[in-house]
């Protein structure tokens, strides 16, 4: 098996043309947000962000799969005090687009800034909204299963029989719960809110994610030798992250000095793994990178 990485200098609206139809498996990416990152992005404004922002998922749309998924990292700034809408009206754009919105992830920041305000409380989390061309697509839940946890040990011991069939809430909400169906089960399906610390030490980039984000999504949603996108690369890693799971990966960015640096992380890591691949006596099983 052969990876291909693929690295784009320039702006992704441009580059993103060069993107065949249907060919990407996995979006994950966050965009500078509104009004930041004005000495290396532009810093878009609040009230242009949605219209520059559309014409970039227009063309996500068209190079992702049909069974494909788009991980969209991003909050709201406040502004004069206030929240601004500029993300809920972006969800309301895209969805004109043809895009569904699946699902809204949580990325809880276990180490989020210290701050006062007089009106609000630290910023802990950010969303991740999951968008798709088609309600049906590929996703591999049990490549994210959690240990289900020591409450276990006891609460499954003694099961009552309300225990033993679908309880519905007493609230009338129509959630149910059937406790036995957790006994024997030692790992369980997660929620959809993710615990990550952030991380922007030795990443030469303001804004750099955790590498356990892409990640979680790239095991949720992909499988080996599927591809992988960033059209906001920045320090390159959601590519590294992919490369590193077997999967290929596009990876595109507008500044040139964060480019440069994952092209070099990349030409080390070609020969790194060829001279694996040629001890190992697989010279198949490498990976290459291509500046397009």
Not at 78 to 102: A, C, H, N, P
Not at 273 to 284: P, R
């Amino acid at each position: 098996m052969k990876l291909i990485t693929d690295l784009y200098l320039g702006d992704c609206r441009n580059e993103l043309k060069k993107v065949p139809d249907n060919s990407i498996d996995l979006i994950v990416t966050s965009p500078p947000y509104a009004d930041q990152r004005k000495s290396t992005y532009g810093g878009v404004s609040v009230s242009e962000y949605v219209q520059w922002f559309l014409p970039i998922s227009k063309e996500l749309f068209r190079v992702l799969k049909p069974t494909g998924t788009f991980i969209l990292n991003i909050k709201e700034k406040v502004v004069d005090g206030e929240r601004s809408t500029y993300v809920m009206e972006l969800i309301l754009g895209m969805r004109k687009q043809g895009w569904f919105w699946t699902e809204e992830f949580i990325w809880h920041k276990k180490n989020c800034y210290p701050g006062k305000w007089s009106n609000r409380f630290r910023d802990a989390w950010e969303r991740l909204l999951q968008f798709n061309k088609d309600k049906k697509f590929n996703m591999y839940q049990d490549a994210v299963k959690v240990p289900i946890g020591d409450w276990a040990k006891n609460r499954l011991k003694n099961l009552s029989e309300t225990d033993k069939k679908r309880d519905n809430a007493k609230n009338g909400s129509g959630f149910g719960k059937n406790i036995s169906n957790w006994v024997g089960k030692d790992t369980v399906y997660p929620t959809n809110v993710v615990y990550l610390s952030t991380e922007c030490n030795n990443k030469n980039h303001s804004a750099a994610f955790p590498r356990e984000l892409p990640e979680w999504f790239i095991r949720l949603f992909t499988q080996e030798n599927d591809t992988v996108l960033d059209p906001f690369m920045g320090s390159g890693t959601t590519i590294e992250v992919a490369n590193r799971m077997k999967r290929n990966s596009v990876g595109i960015e507008i500044v040139p000095e964060y480019y440069e640096t994952v092209r070099q992380q990349f030409s080390l890591t070609e020969y790194y793994l060829m001279d694996s691949a040629i001890e190992d006596g697989e010279l198949e099983s490498t990976g290459c990178y291509r500046v397009c």
